[in-house]
């Protein structure tokens, strides 16, 4: 297979009984939906070459384990590792700057995910029912956290953001029912639902800068205890 530069559009799609794959050297790109629903493959080498892989590549892939993405990627697309529910280790390269609509949803087995910092985009619905995921510390240059982004990381405790953000878009968090700590120091803007059901919430500092609060962002905090800036206490 020497030589081989590019995995075609959907090329073992829906290949059921494949377990594992060896990819040349020589590739560069992954086509669209090129392994989906490749429902027993538990093992892709991708190679160092590769820069591109394409939307939907890996999409139902429910028994892949671990993936290792090499740099020079610049764009996990939209889906891309959809529903694959045996996921539970994503190494990302140094070149990643997006990271696309959808495109670790549902990833049952994820407990941890390190941001390159070059990312500067994360769309919506990226990291959405990612049931085991602890935390996550988004990097500076990400301006906005999308729009159910996070929705439904039942186990998610700790959310770090950069001071690069300033808004929070509807649903975001919701039902992150373990968020512990989350600082808002930077933020102007907060979406409806964005914080709903967040309910071990007890401290929640804000910045002076806070201009748009949207309808049920903070629904059923029931152990908030204090919300607005930061108390001087000298």
């Known amino acids: 297979l020497e030589g081989i530069e590019r995995v075609p559009e959907e090329c073992f799609y ?38 591109s892989i394409g939307e939907l590549a890996f999409m139902w892939c429910k028994k892949l384990r671990e993936i ?51 990312i500067t985009c994360i769309e919506n619905r990226a990291f959405m029912f990612c049931k085991k995921l602890r935390e996550i510390d988004i990097p500076p240059g990400v301006e906005y956290v999308a729009e159910e982004c996070f929705k439904y ?50 401290t929640l500092y804000v910045s002076t800068k806070l201009t748009d609060i949207c309808h049920k962002a903070f629904l059923d905090f029931t152990r908030l205890l204090y919300f607005g800036p930061r108390r001087n206490t000298s």
Request: hydrophobic share 35%; net charge positive; glycine share 6%.
């Open 14 to 51: 829906e290949c059921l009984s494949l377990k594992q794959v060896n990819l040349p050297q020589s590739l560069r790109e992954i086509g669209h939906s090129a392994f989906s629903n490749c429902d027993s493959l538990e093992m892709v080498n991708l190679p160092r070459n590769v820069i």
């Open 68 to 118: 290792n993405i090499p740099e020079g990627v610049e764009r996990v697309r939209k889906e891309c590792f959809y529903e694959c529910l045996s996921l539970k280790q994503v190494n990302l390269p140094q070149s990643l700057r997006e990271i696309g609509h959808s495109a670790f949803y549902n990833c049952d087995s994820l407990e941890m995910v390190n941001l390159p910092r070059n």
């Open 153 to 202: 990381c039942v186990k998610l405790r700790n959310v770090i953001l950069p001071v690069s953000i300033r808004s929070i878009y509807p649903e975001a968090f919701l039902n992150c029912k373990r968020l512990q700590f989350i600082n808002l120091k930077s933020i102007s803007f907060i979406g409806s639902g964005a914080f709903g059901y967040c309910g071990s919430l007890e």
